[in-house]
């Protein structure tokens, strides 16, 4: 195996059974740890793989093994021994449990690694003599009340079920509002508090099963497993626990196992011995003769998307999903409710349904998997959960493109796999990244079936730089740090199947942590990535290392996945799917972004001047090429922002620029706005290097070009101000070589008295003549009504180019 484990790798991976062998037994791959650590015994959990057989480290590593064991590693072989000590041990292995946890906790002191106030620790117990405990703490009620507090916006019920969906992988996250009062089945329940909270109640389904760990982590306050985790979102908050703005008693069904929490102890008291950890666990394969005693409990949840509970017959059962009850606190219960005094009526409930309507659409913007929400509405005398009305429906639908190369991938996951990668090698770090992107609709089904659809284009990436060395750094890892990220952009539908960057909507951006934050930035798009944030994913962090960490991964990530999606508008727009872009429409106004997130513009404005590969980032655009900092021309504002000729002589700049001697340069606009973010971003000199001076403007461009010139364009620049045109007449008289001019001109006065200037052949045209005149007339205006002969004429032309160049005449 270990001399052909270049092809047979993936094979072996694929093993089915245990066979590391440990030196007494064979584990599984996923058990095997290659270097051993001293006074540390984890087994069953965990297996040392045996010095013996050292020459197959390199097979076991390349199969999946444990390299090294981290504190991650030791938390999940405590959460283990937890879910153990939840079933009928016997004494032996109560001991076993017990010298274990006692090895942990003797190697985390010596090595001092800070444990969690909410780590699992052996206690003595009566009837059992080693005894793991753990729960929701702390007074609960109080440290709930004051979650709330931090979690003040009811949409947060919704986006905090979605999370836990999103990161369980499920595809679907549902709900169901549901008015039934079942007055008629309140007696023989669990508990006779349960009959207040048999009434109305909030129902979330997703199409995915709750792991052992997923059971593990809903009990923790703020202490969340998933932090180590860096593909779940669920790592960023105390999400769940804003469920119980709406209830008491939040049920759980998932797999065979139901949960049920009660912190107050006043509604499933009777089966609570352990006031500190309020809440019970039921097994349905194992429990189902002892719940068949109490049908009326769990009639509620037949035929609730899809829940068939054997209340009849006994059958094994498992529920394909996960099922959230949430019972509407009523009066009475708020009265004595030391979570909340907020109850719920039928206006109440209804204002949910206007929550969803009005939010629901952002929810899903960034989701890595789930692709469908959908509200349900169950009338009051409803008996049959099945005739429940949709109310709204939200689908997430991948829109198809030529501008889109990248495969469109869960890019947090990707880069999960590639940090672990990362984290275990000594190799140099990658140079190519996950990248994602896509425009995704978001059509969603409001009351009377109104319909509506935002289009968004979605890009995606990685940073293999500052932001994952950081990541990858100890602090980093601790705080499962991730430097994946992306933006969002608003486009619209026209009606011939094109898109166009959505109008007004220069300050809408808006932060995520993959759901949104709440959090403006004053950006033209959204953003969205790991962001480190407080505790309720209200702010984010700007101090200390998380702080730090949130500069480096807005301007080496948020950055990069903006430039990327100018990018991909600019490949759209060149296949003729974008229509009536101009290329600053998302750029950021350094003006309205706020300051929080000014390194996000000043990279941007840097990345572009800098020219961060040989070709440069093409954004640039006069509307048919597309170009780089490298071939794009400015005009200056000296002639740009004169009102009288500024507007003639940019659409000359533009037509007639390619014609210089360089076929790869391309005019362009520079709004202010966007001149002033190039400035503040330490640019300004680039800038200067490629902008057309008055000077260059007229002798490299207008000039050489004169005869070509529509009128309408080139009269403006001619004929305007004396002091202009006579900018103008010196300029003419250098760029054309002045003594030959004088071998086919002739400048007299007509008998007429006006001035003209004729070829030998054919006569110039009159806005030469015209601007002759005017140089004259600045010079002397007293004689401007007076005769003047050719002689004179030519005179003080060369007076003119003479204060022009210091020069004669030749």
Not at 136 to 143: A, H, S
Not at 712 to 739: C, Q, W
């Amino acid at each position: 195996m270990h001399d052909h484990l270049e092809e047979g790798k993936e094979a072996f991976k694929a093993l089915k059974f245990p066979w590391v062998w440990t030196g007494k037994t064979f584990c599984s791959l996923t058990q095997a740890v290659i270097k051993s650590v001293p006074d540390l015994d984890l087994q069953p959990y965990l297996h040392y793989v045996p010095k013996t057989m050292a020459k197959f480290h390199q097979l076991f590593k390349c199969c999946g093994s444990i390299e090294e064991l981290t504190p991650d590693h030791v938390s999940m072989v405590i959460q283990k021994i937890y879910l153990k000590s939840e079933q009928s041990l016997s004494e032996q292995e109560s001991k076993q449990s017990l010298h274990i946890m006692l090895s942990i906790i003797r190697w985390l002191y010596s090595n001092q690694i800070p444990a969690s106030l909410h780590t699992p620790m052996p206690l003595y117990s009566g009837k059992l003599p080693y005894k793991l405990q753990s729960g929701q703490r702390e007074p609960l009620t109080v440290r709930i009340k004051n979650i709330l507090e931090e979690y003040p916006s009811i949409s947060d019920i919704f986006k905090e079920l979605l999370q836990n969906a999103d990161d369980a992988n499920a595809t679907e996250c549902n709900f169901l509002i549901d008015m039934r009062r079942n007055m008629d089945i309140r007696e023989n329940l669990l508990d006779p508090g349960m009959a207040a909270c048999h009434g109305p109640a909030l129902w979330s389904f997703n199409n995915s099963e709750f792991s052992d760990s997923d059971f593990l982590n809903i009990t923790r306050l703020g202490e969340s497993l998933k932090r180590s985790e860096v593909d779940k979102v669920g790592k960023f908050g105390l999400g769940f626990n804003s469920v119980y703005h709406i209830t008491d008693v939040p049920i759980i069904l998932s797999r065979e196992f139901m949960i049920m929490f009660d912190p107050n102890v006043n509604h499933i008291s009777k089966h609570i011995r352990d006031k500190s950890n309020p809440g019970i666990k039921i097994n349905w394969s194992k429990q189902q003769k002892r719940l068949r005693k109490f049908p009326n409990q769990f009639k509620p949840f037949i035929g609730v998307f899809g829940c068939q509970l054997p209340l009849t017959v006994e059958s094994p059962y498992s529920y394909k999903g996960t099922l959230f009850r949430l019972s509407f606190r009523t009066q009475q219960e708020a009265k004595v409710s030391e979570v909340s005094s907020a109850s719920y009526n039928t206006a109440d409930i209804y204002s949910l349904v206007d929550e969803f309507s009005i939010c629901g659409h952002r929810l899903i913007i960034f989701a890595q998997s789930v692709n469908s929400m959908v509200l349900k509405y169950l009338k009051i005398e409803a008996e049959d959960p099945g005739v429940a009305q949709d109310v709204v429906t939200i689908r997430k639908n991948l829109c198809s493109s030529k501008a889109l190369t990248a495969p469109n991938v869960s890019v947090l996951k990707e880069a999960a796999k590639l940090m672990k990668v990362c984290s275990s090698s000594t190799k140099k770090l990658p140079t190519e990244t996950p990248k994602s992107s896509g425009t995704e609709e978001d059509p969603a089904a409001f009351f009377e079936m109104t319909v509506d659809s935002t289009t968004w284009l979605i890009c995606s990436c990685m940073d293999v730089g500052d932001a994952l060395k950081f990541s990858l750094h100890e602090s980093g890892r601790r705080l499962g740090l991730v430097p994946c990220g992306g933006v969002g952009v608003l486009l619209s539908e026209t009606q011939d199947q094109k898109w166009i960057v959505k109008p007004n909507c220069n300050n809408i951006g808006e932060v995520f942590c993959y759901l949104p934050l709440r959090i403006k930035t004053g950006l033209p798009l959204h953003i969205n990535g790991c962001f480190a944030v407080t505790s309720n994913r209200k702010e984010i962090w700007k101090t200390d290392t998380k702080g730090r960490w949130n500069t480096v991964f807005m301007r080496h990530v948020i950055v990069k996945a903006y430039i990327e999606a100018l990018c991909v508008l600019r490949d759209m727009a060149i296949n003729g799917e974008l229509v009536d872009y101009s290329y600053c429409a998302v750029w950021p106004d350094p003006d309205s972004v706020h300051d929080d997130f000014s390194v996000i513009c000043q990279g941007f404005y840097e990345d572009i001047a800098h020219m961060k590969s040989k070709e440069g980032i093409k954004v640039f655009s006069d509307g048919s090429s597309w170009v780089s900092m490298k071939n794009v021309r400015f005009l200056d504002d000296s002639i740009l922002k004169r009102p009288d000729v500024g507007p003639s002589a940019f659409k000359i700049f533009l037509k007639y620029l390619k014609k210089t001697g360089s076929k790869n340069l391309c005019a362009v606009d520079l709004p202010s706005w966007v001149k002033t973010g190039f400035e503040e971003a330490g640019c300004k000199y680039i800038l200067l290097e490629n902008t057309f001076s008055e000077k260059q403007f007229f002798s490299e461009v207008f000039f050489p070009n004169i005869q070509e010139i529509d009128a309408e364009l080139r009269d403006p620049l001619m004929l305007g101000n004396p002091v202009f045109t006579k900018t103008i007449a010196k300029i003419y008289m250098v760029h054309f070589n002045f003594s030959l001019l004088l071998g086919v001109v002739r400048i007299y006065w007509g008998e007429t008295g006006i001035l003209t200037v004729h070829r030998k052949v054919d006569k110039l045209p009159g806005f030469v003549s015209q601007a002759v005149k005017n140089v004259y007339n600045f010079y002397y205006p007293s004689k401007s009504d007076k005769l003047c002969s050719p002689s004179t004429a030519q005179l003080l032309l060369a007076g003119a180019l003479e204060s022009f160049n210091g020069k004669g005449l030749a």
